[in-house]
Nanobody, 126 residues
Framework: QVQLAESGGGSVQAGGSLRLSCAAS????????MAWFRQAPGKEREGVAV????????YYADSVKGRFTISRDEDKNTIYLQVNSLKPEDTAMYYC???????????????????WGQGTQVTVSS
């Protein structure tokens, strides 16, 4: 069983930045992809960014392209999400997730996570 622990959320003003982290409790060959999802109150959960084990493949939601960057430190079993130029609509609970596979169609991706973190809150004020 893999546990994911997020950190780095907070409250910032529009235009600000944060760096979210997600540490996996153990290394496992079954986890090839790790991702960030977010869910705002009253909205469906949205996939924000996903990264392959080696970091060679990364995909982003259109709404965050150019502002968010996902990265991965294999030695630390940790992924990061650098979030810049934050907007009030980025306010949400951000969750880390992991899975063996994802589906990709063009630049769009979907994941059925095998593991979820507890989430870290990001609040952006205008």
């Amino acid at each position: 069983q893999v546990q994911l622990a997020e950190s780095g959320g907070g409250s910032v003003q529009a235009g600000g930045s944060l760096r979210l982290s997600c540490a996996a409790s153990t290394y496992t060959r079954s986890i090839n992809w790790m991702a960030w999802f977010r869910q705002a109150p009253g909205k469906e959960r949205e996939g924000v960014a996903v990264i392959f084990r080696s970091g060679a493949s990364r995909y982003y939601a259109d709404s965050v392209k150019g502002r968010f960057t996902i990265s991965r430190d294999e030695d630390k079993n940790t992924i990061y999400l650098q979030v810049n130029s934050l907007k009030p609509e980025d306010t949400a609970m951000y969750y880390c997730a992991a899975a063996r596979e994802i589906s990709v169609l063009g630049s769009r991706w979907t994941m059925e996570p095998e593991y979820w973190g507890q989430g870290t809150q990001v609040t952006v004020s205008s």
